[in-house]
């Protein structure tokens, strides 16, 4: 993926340290969580209504970058980013 790849070639190989989701097509969920660093935070607050079904590997996807994820549709998100020593 073109868009993947240039962040990570922007960032060092590491990925993007938040990626807020706002599109509402169920398919950029991938996307944003291809071109998320390790411990990065998702925030999703596009797909505030029912916009159908996405695969998603949650071993890949999530748990294995240890993901902090929010999901919104009124309420504002508060999420500490962790940052590096």
Do not use: W
Not at 44 to 59: I, M, P, R, Y
Request: net charge positive; proline share 4%.
């Amino acid at each position: 993926m073109k868009l993947v790849d240039q962040i990570r070639s922007e960032t060092d190989g590491r990925g993007a340290d938040v990626v807020v989701e706002v599109v509402g097509r169920p398919e950029v969920l991938d996307v944003g969580l291809r071109m998320l660093r390790r411990g990065g935070t998702y925030c999703e607050t596009g797909n505030f209504v029912d916009t159908g079904s996405v695969t998603l590997n949650v071993h890949r996807h999530l748990a294995a970058k240890n993901v902090c994820s929010s999901a919104t549709r009124t309420i504002p998100l508060i999420c500490t980013i962790p940052t590096s020593t």
